[in-house]
């Protein structure tokens, strides 16, 4: 990549390099002074410097936040917050290809996913959920006792900080600051080190867009540093994590100070499941996106695919065929189908779970390395791999890889593969591929995971939950259930 293939619009926002912190309204670095580099994964190259903000910007932010919630923010009529939700939205959506660019070299997603799919599903969320505060109410309870009259409020919560991995910071921040601020709280956005870019030009939108000052920041830097400081801090009141569990049941210990409100998004392993009877001229292409797309570095990608016997050797040729001839490459190229893995150490742990792989006994089909040379140059890419004869225990059948390592297995019965599809710590999504309706009503009901996607995948929508059972964490975004985790219900009782 070379700075001058970016949008004239990009190259003026990276400009300001070092990039500040949004603290009250306004642009600070941090107060230690300290930066760190954010590097394209592309190319290895050095694009942009960000405040690394400390524990006192912490603090800060907090109190701002606070300051602007109190002043009248929770309070403000209802068309009014909807109509700087609906401004935000249109300069989200006038700023889409802006964002997609920052997105693409940040985190590595290619340029074509993130122009026609995160950047628009961004401005997309705010929009659906600007229609909101004047659509949250209580209700008049029929209560059991005479000469009473009692009615519910639905009230928000305070300060949110919402801390985001770098997989999909456009739609993860979205999907979750804009219900957060609907309901009238106050929200500090802490996104991925690795992944900050589009959201210091977010920051820059919400000012445009008129906020209050302190109703939405934005810090920058090290999660083990300001991640727990605001979990544990006693200003914040709700706390939502979006990352590895690992990170989640931290986060559980540091906030038990205050008993913040939690909602946790984790990790997953999701089965993806080919039904001999499937349509596999959808179901080969979809559970190929779903396992490699955005290589693999999906919450919900379709990790373990679960095909039935008598198709299995079709399925995997059909897959190892597409895995080979998918183009992979820098994020910014519009050919590019896979891009790279988002930094070394992401990298080298997708290298160590194949290594495990081997030496566990699966079979590598295809890929199983790094890819190196001129087309490639530093960037940190490796080439679709599939397995097979991988057993449920191994490694690569139980952890979650996070990259483009696909272990296909073959099952014979729909009690075996339910079974086998549940055997696992996670919950969060799974993909089911059949034309025999009671057979899907029958596994959407038997899969224990949030979302499960019949002859589809990887679908969302503001208006429908989407969140994990067991060790993939709690709490939802989207749908009504959203709105309810970012508000408190009170009664209140009128003696007649
Ligand atoms: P991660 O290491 O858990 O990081 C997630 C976020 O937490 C980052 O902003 C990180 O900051 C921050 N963080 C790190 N340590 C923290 C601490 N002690 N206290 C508070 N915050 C802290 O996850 P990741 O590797 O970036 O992302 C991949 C993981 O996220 C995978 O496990 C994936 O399944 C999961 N994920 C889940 C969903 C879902 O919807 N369930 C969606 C996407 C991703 P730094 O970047 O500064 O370290
Ligand atoms: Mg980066």
Redesign the pocket.
């Known amino acids: 990549m070379t700075m001058q293939s970016l949008s004239p619009a990009t190259q003026r926002f990276l400009a300001q390099s070092p990039l500040k912190l949004l603290i009250d309204g306004q642009w600070a670095p941090a107060a230690s002074g300290q930066t760190y580099k954010s590097i394209s994964p592309s190319d290895g190259t050095v694009i942009a410097e960000l405040a690394l903000a400390g524990t006192e910007d912490v603090d800060r932010a907090v109190a701002a936040a606070r300051r602007a919630f109190e002043a009248g923010w929770g309070a403000m009529l209802p068309a009014q917050r909807e109509a700087l939700l609906r401004r935000l939205a249109g300069l989200l959506a006038e700023h889409a290809d802006e964002l997609a660019e920052l997105e693409s070299i940040d985190n590595g997603k290619p340029i074509r996913t993130t122009r026609a799919i995160d950047s628009r599903v961004a401005s997309g969320l705010v929009y659906h959920f600007a229609g909101w505060p004047s659509k949250i109410h209580g209700v008049t309870p029929s209560v059991n006792v005479p000469n009473h009259f009692v009615y519910t409020r639905r009230e928000p919560l305070g300060v949110a900080a919402l801390?985001?991995?770098?997989?999909?910071p456009l739609i993860?921040s979205m999907q979750k600051v804009a219900p957060a601020l609907a309901c009238g709280n106050a929200v500090i956005l802490?996104?991925?080190?690795?992944a900050s870019l589009a959201m210091v030009r977010i920051g820059e939108l919400f000012v445009e867009a008129g906020f209050p000052p302190g109703v939405f920041s934005v810090l920058t830097?090290?999660?083990?540093v300001?991640?727990?400081a605001?979990?544990e801090h006693p200003g914040v009141s709700k706390l939502q994590?979006?990352?590895?569990?690992?990170?989640?049941r931290?986060?559980i210990k540091?906030s038990a100070g205050n008993l913040k409100r939690l909602a946790l998004?984790?990790?997953?392993k999701a089965p993806n499941i080919i039904f001999a009877d499937a349509d596999l001229s959808k179901a080969i292409p979809k559970s190929f996106h779903a396992g490699f797309g955005h290589s693999g570095?999906?919450?919900?990608a379709g990790a373990r695919l679960y095909v039935q016997s008598s198709i299995y050797e079709e399925v995997v040729a059909a897959m190892v065929d597409l895995a080979t001839r998918a183009r992979v490459g820098h994020a910014l190229d519009d050919a590019t189908e896979l891009g790279p893995i988002v930094d070394e150490t992401?990298m080298n742990t997708i290298l160590d779970y194949i290594k495990s792989g081997v030496e566990q006994g699966a079979t590598v089909r295809c890929g199983g390395h790094r890819l190196t040379g001129d087309a490639y140059g530093s960037g940190t890419y490796v080439a679709p791999t599939i397995f097979t004869g991988a057993r449920d225990d191994m490694v690569i059948s139980c952890e979650?890889i996070?990259g483009p390592v696909l272990p296909i297995y073959s099952f014979e019965t729909e009690e075996e593969v339910i079974a086998r599809a549940n055997n696992t710590e996670y919950g969060?999504a799974a993909g089911v591929w059949t034309r025999d309706v009671s057979r899907a009503h029958r596994l959407g009901a038997a899969i224990k995971a949030g979302v499960v996607w019949v002859n589809t995948y990887d679908m969302f929508d503001g208006t429908a939950p989407?969140?994990?059972f067991k060790g993939?964490?709690y709490g939802r975004?989207n749908g009504e259930e959203v709105i309810e985790a970012y508000t408190e219900v009170k009664s209140v009782w009128i003696g007649l």
């Open positions: 801390i985001i991995p770098w997989n999909y993860h802490k996104p991925a080190q690795v830097g090290k999660g083990s300001i991640g727990q605001l979990a994590v979006t990352g590895s569990t690992a990170v989640g931290g986060v540091a998004e984790l990790g997953s570095q999906s919450c919900v992401q979650e996070f969060l989407f969140g994990g993939s964490g975004d």
